[in-house]
């Protein structure tokens, strides 16, 4: 376990959280403001990346496909909230899992018939294609850093936005109190579409930064998903700065556990087993770090103020 | 949050659910007749998977209708049975006199001691760690390289007893099936009914003042969610048996989301419903991929809409609509 090896891999894991943090950026906001769980975030990530795809094989332009794809991204979403979400906000949860799951699996499908079922690929802004040498012996791709800086500043900037603007107040009012929020006049309705709006755009903001290194392909949003309400769980629901720690715990603990898992066995076990464990106790990981998080602290690390 | 949901059922309309229920498991029994003038193993291997699935899902529809506790994991369970049947019969035990109480058993100490900490938390948080516990098994399932990891394993055989290859008729699955369906519906109800169901029930309501009238709310839910553990493992044996094959992809969390689906489909907090709802659910899917390759397309939409304009499920639609015709 060399110390450039564990430094990538921290990287990777920042890298990772970051990602994680865009999806559940927008999840943690709509489902604290309206107690709405939508399992549809994850297909707009996937969608955000598809998009992307095809609007850079019609324009040659990175730059010009990730703010078509977003556009589109955002359009879709509105469009999805219009015609189903709006009418599910007061209903049970149960009802809300089982819409948004059809429109996962309408989804899934639907890349499938346009797009095809094979794997697609996005090619890389050339300029920040290469690597950069960090430290002697150490180099690390561009893209990689471009990711982690992206979500550091659209963090630093919801966090501006969520508490320093009057959009941000109602918010973060109508996270803890939408009732009372909306007796005093706010249409909570509205801020609602341009809360999920901003949403919608980051979990499509993330697949677009991720296609460049995974590939782009039908399904790709359903695990991502399931970390990302793994992320806002841990982090307590409607709380955006426990989203954003949560996110880079995750990240950190699944890629520094998938590395080292073995070599850490090792320590205390024969080679062969360790091998045989590690990735097992690796990729189960996070879920054992959320059930020991909601063991001691049963409403997440950051419980927002007045939910519970 | 469970109010909107269809209530629990009153003393009035026990009588005509006591015939809706006779007729189901009637018409289940004579499945295997009508079987026989068409593709006879495909049908009853279908019905089989129906019955299944049903036992599954009539353990979540007695946590989450009546428990109040909406459970995301509960795919492990079914495929924690499932193992158990695979892992034995590597070793060369397959008589079910060993494998079928090893496979009730296995699944309610999961439940149990998973049950013991989910339950701390309530609402999404308890949805969401059942959901991280069914996650760990699902990897654990996909590390057993002795036993096929990622790949699955396939069964030596189905089941015997005392030696005899009772199961190698697919008739007798179907019928064994069919029996430990009805006792699982059985015995639920008996439950529900209990007093030990009132308490359960009493639960979901109001745990604060179930607690405060002095009964050990977290016992009794613990309880509850061991028998429905106990149940998937239940339904895990039977899948086994059925398919031959056992692999993670039974506990992935989509199908623990599809034994919610059966329930709300068919109608929470009624217990047939969710035999009506895993039935109509596998036979749509059925007839859906029967017509056309890309049978999602309307598969999802159809959730959507039933979600928005059916509430109270497949039940709750024939109740309104037969409130229509009886009053027009």
């Known amino acids: 376990m060399s110390f450039t090896l564990f430094i990538v891999q921290t990287l990777n894991g920042l890298q990772f959280g970051v990602l994680l943090f865009l999806i559940a950026a927008g999840l943690t906001l709509v489902f604290g403001v309206m107690d709405f769980i939508n399992l549809a975030h994850g297909v707009q990530y996937m969608l955000g990346a598809y998009l992307a795809v095809m609007f850079y094989a019609l324009t040659g332009s990175f730059v010009l496909a990730l703010i078509l794809a977003l556009g589109a991204a955002l359009a879709f979403g509105l469009l999805l909230e219009f015609t189903v979400f709006r009418h599910l906000y007061d209903r049970d949860h149960l009802e809300q899992v089982i819409a948004t799951f059809g429109i996962i699996i309408f989804l899934n499908q639907g890349v499938k018939v346009v797009w095809g079922a094979a794997p697609l690929n996005l090619p890389m802004p050339e300029a920040l294609a290469g690597t950069v040498q960090l430290m002697p012996g150490l180099v690390y791709p561009v893209w990689r850093l471009v990711i982690i800086a992206s979500g550091l500043i659209v963090g630093l900037v919801l966090y501006i936005l969520v508490s320093r603007t009057r959009v941000g107040m109602l918010v973060r009012a109508g996270a803890t109190h939408a009732r009372i929020v909306s007796a005093l006049g706010v249409d909570i309705r509205r801020l609602f579409m341009i809360v999920f709006g901003f949403g919608t755009m980051l979990a499509a903001f993330a697949g677009v930064m991720i296609a460049p290194i995974l590939s782009v392909e039908p399904g790709m949003g359903d695990s991502v998903l399931i970390l990302a309400f793994v992320v806002i769980v841990i982090g307590g629901i409607g709380s955006m700065r426990g989203a954003f720690i949560a996110a880079l715990l995750i990240g950190l603990v699944d890629t520094l556990g998938r590395s080292f898992m073995i070599d850490i066995l090792r320590l205390f076990m024969a080679p062969s087993p360790a091998r045989t464990v590690g990735p097992a106790i690796a990729s189960m990981l996070i879920y054992v770090l959320m059930a020991l998080v909601l063991y001691f602290r049963p409403a997440g690390l950051f419980p927002a103020k007045g939910r519970s | ?328």
């Open chain 2, 1 to 328: 949050m469970m109010s909107t949901l269809a209530p629990a059922t009153s003393a009035r309309h026990s009588g005509r659910i006591e015939i809706a229920v006779v007729a189901i498991f009637a018409l289940l029994a004579l499945v295997p007749f009508a079987a026989a003038f068409g593709a006879q193993s495909f049908i009853l291997n279908l019905f089989v998977r129906v019955m299944v699935f049903a036992i599954a899902a009539l353990a979540v529809d007695f946590l989450c209708g009546f428990g109040g506790l909406v459970t995301f994991g509960h795919a492990a369970f079914v495929g924690l049975g499932a193992y158990t049947v695979a892992i034995a019969g590597a070793h060369g035990i397959t008589d079910m006199g060993v494998t079928l109480p090893l496979a009730i058993l296995v699944s309610a100490l999961f439940a149990y001691v998973t049950g013991t900490i989910c339950l701390r938390t309530s609402g999404v948080y308890f949805i969401m760690i059942t959901l991280a516990f069914g996650q760990m098994a699902y990897f654990i399932a996909g590390s057993l390289a002795p036993y096929g990891g990622d790949d699955g394993i396939t069964l030596p055989s189905r089941s015997t007893l005392f030696g005899l290859e009772v199961f190698k008729d697919d008739r007798a699955l179907y019928y064994a099936t069919l029996g430990l369906l009805i006792a699982a519906y059985l015995l639920l109800r008996a439950v529900v009914y209990s007093r030990f169901g009132r308490v359960f029930r009493g639960a979901r309501e109001n745990p604060t003042r179930m607690a405060t009238i002095g009964f050990d709310v977290f016992r009794y839910q613990r309880i509850g969610y061991v028998i429905a553990g106990g149940l998937g493992g239940l339904a895990g044996f039977l899948l086994a048996n059925a398919t031959e094959f056992v692999s993670p992809a039974y506990m992935s969390w989509q199908r623990s989301g599809e034994l919610i689906i059966m329930v709300i489909f068919g109608g929470l907090s009624t217990l047939y419903g969710a035999i009506v709802g895993a039935a109509a659910y596998l036979l749509l899917e059925e007839v859906l991929a029967g017509f056309t390759e890309n049978w999602k397309l309307i598969f999802g939409p159809l959730l959507v809409l039933i979600v928005l304009f059916a509430r109270g499920g497949i039940v709750g639609l024939i109740t309104t609509i037969k409130a229509r015709l009886t009053r027009g």
